[in-house]
Nanobody, 122 residues
Framework: QVQLVESGGGLVQAGASLRLTCAASGRTFTSGAMGWFRQAPGKERDFVAAINWNRGTIVYADSVKGRFTISKDNAKNTVYLLMNSLSPQDTAVYYC???????????????WGQGTQVTVSS
């Protein structure tokens, strides 16, 4: 049973940085992908970034390119999302998810964490 646990969210001011962590357990992650998604109140869950476990291929949403960085630590089964230059528009619950392929589509990911709240004040 794959379990994903996010941490690192919080309340910050615009322009600040946060690093989210997604700790994965339940199997050895040598293949497949991990993705970060976010959902603001009243809105759909949107793709943020994804990384392939073995090749390290990375994909970003246009809205976060140049500001967010996704990375992984295979030895720790952990994925990170470093978020710089945060703005109020980044306020959302951030979820990590695991899947067989690196895609931007939420429906293609099989396992999800409980989410961590990120709030950016102006």
């Amino acid at each position: 049973q794959v379990q994903l646990v996010e941490s690192g969210g919080g309340l910050v001011q615009a322009g600040a940085s946060l690093r989210l962590t997604c700790a994965a357990s339940g199997r050895t992650f040598t293949s497949g992908a991990m993705g970060w998604f976010r959902q603001a109140p009243g809105k759909e869950r949107d793709f943020v970034a994804a990384i392939n476990w073995n090749r390290g291929t990375i994909v970003y949403a246009d809205s976060v390119k140049g500001r967010f960085t996704i990375s992984k630590d295979n030895a720790k089964n952990t994925v990170y999302l470093l978020m710089n230059s945060l703005s109020p528009q980044d306020t959302a619950v951030y979820y990590c998810a695991s899947g067989s392929y690196i895609t931007t589509l939420a429906d293609t990911y099989d396992n999800w964490g409980q989410g961590t709240q990120v709030t950016v004040s102006s």
